[in-house]
Nanobody, 116 residues
Framework: QVQVVESGGGLVQPGGSLKLSCAASGSRFNLQYMAWYRQGPGKERELVATITSGGSTNYGDSVKGRFTISRDNAKNTVYLQMNSLKPEDTAVYYC??????????WGKGTLVTVSS
């Protein structure tokens, strides 16, 4: 059984920063990539960023230049550094781990609220 747990969400003012963490643990497995998604109020879930086991990254257009994804392979942990936050970044942020067997494991999400 694989568990994916996000942490680090909270309330932040516009223009502020926040760092999310996601730890994948459980049975011995190898991860192809890990990703962050988000779902804002009344919106569909959207891709925020991905990072492969080799360190290649990809970002959604709305967060390019503001968010940075990184990972610690030894810990199966991925981070999302969010800078210059805007009210429209308010969402539940979900972490996904994709194994080389093409299985997806999702966390339960962490809420980020950007408001003054």
């Amino acid at each position: 059984q694989v568990q994916v747990v996000e942490s680090g969400g909270g309330l932040v003012q516009p223009g502020g920063s926040l760092k999310l963490s996601c730890a994948a643990s459980g049975s011995r497995f190898n991860l192809q990539y890990m990703a962050w998604y988000r779902q804002g109020p009344g919106k569909e879930r959207e891709l925020v960023a991905t990072i492969t086991s080799g360190g290649s990254t990809n970002y959604g257009d709305s967060v390019k230049g503001r968010f940075t994804i990184s990972r610690d392979n030894a810990k199966n942990t991925v981070y999302l550094q969010m800078n210059s936050l805007k009210p429209e970044d308010t969402a539940v942020y979900y972490c996904k781990a994709r194994s080389y067997a093409a299985l997806d494991y999702w966390g339960k999400g962490t809420l980020v609220t950007v408001s003054s």
